[in-house]
């Protein structure tokens, strides 16, 4: 299956009001700035606070962003959970909505097997006509896939890549040699983009770029090492809490959203860290 996701996938925050409802003025103006830089924007994943998010709510956020992106701009939308036909039920109203792509993360909690996996995902894949992106996150689901099951879901007609959330960059090279060179890896850490695309990643799904995102494009396109570095420590503080704490205080703080709300068990900043984070913010102009 052909697509092109482009190099930056932004993973959008999911803006909630002061009553932790979906604020949908403030999710207009967010994907409105995400689209002067964003290749495609990525709703309901882990910066969007998918495990919180009611069925209801996001097939009415789906609707509201497909209303309110540029057609130049890939939607994405998360679809993954640790019960093979709770997802699959879920796959079906996506899909009748309309999208471009779907993530989905490997099943957290009940650790399947390998063998598991590729059920599960083979499964997805089967119930689709979406092109697929794996997401592999070890250290929130408790599983790691390993490049010999992501050789056998590549081969997969519309599994078109991975978002790879590890830190063993011997995982990205493995990959690259087992799968086919159009298969597409994505980083899903902004400080490991830059080392992942020396080893043949072609991008990042994105955090920063929520807040930073010409800038993390430029890094990217240009394969800028000065950029990284400049960028690094931002990455750095954006992870010094649970994603997406650290974020949603930033564009907030920038007046992109008109709240920094996460729905618990997540909760905000305390004092030490959201001083930290505002100074380095010092750092990056708003653009």
């Given at each position: ?61 789906i609707h509201r962003v497909k209303y309110d992106i540029e057609p130049c701009v890939n939607l994405i939308v998360g679809v993954g959970g640790n019960s093979t036909k709770y997802v699959l039920d879920l796959l079906k109203k996506v899909d009748d909505i309309g999208v471009d792509g779907i993530l989905s993360v490997v099943p957290y909690y009940n650790k399947p097997s ?174």
């Open positions: 299956m052909s697509i092109d996701f482009g190099k930056l996938i932004t993973a959008m925050v999911t803006p909630f009001d002061l009553d932790g409802d979906i604020d949908t003025f403030s999710v207009e103006r967010l994907v409105k700035h995400l689209c002067e830089t964003s290749d495609s924007i990525l709703i309901n994943g882990t910066t969007g606070e998918s495990p919180v998010l009611e069925k209801g709510e996001l097939l009415d956020l390998q063998e598991g996996l590729i059920y599960h995902f083979r499964s997805i894949a089967d119930n689709t006509n979406s092109p697929v992106i794996l997401y592999n996150i070890p250290s929130r689901t408790g599983v790691n896939m390993l490049p010999e099951t992501v050789q056998t879901l590549a081969k997969v007609p519309n599994i078109v890549g991975i978002k790879q959330s590890y830190s063993d960059l011997n995982f990205v090279s493995e990959m690259r040699l087992l799968c086919p060179e159009d298969f597409v890896i994505y980083s899903g850490d902004d400080s490991l983009t830059l080392p992942m695309m020396a080893l043949g990643a072609k991008g990042a799904i994105s955090v920063a770029s929520n807040l930073v995102g010409g800038r993390v494009k430029k890094m990217i396109e240009e394969r800028s090492l000065k950029m990284h570095l400049e960028l690094f420590p931002l990455f750095q503080e954006l992870f010094k809490a649970p994603n997406p704490v650290p974020i949603k205080h930033a564009l907030f703080r920038r007046g992109i959203i008109d709240c920094s709300r996460v729905r618990m068990p997540l909760t905000q900043l305390n004092p030490a860290q959201k001083k930290s984070l505002e100074d380095e913010l010092k750092f990056h102009p708003k653009e």
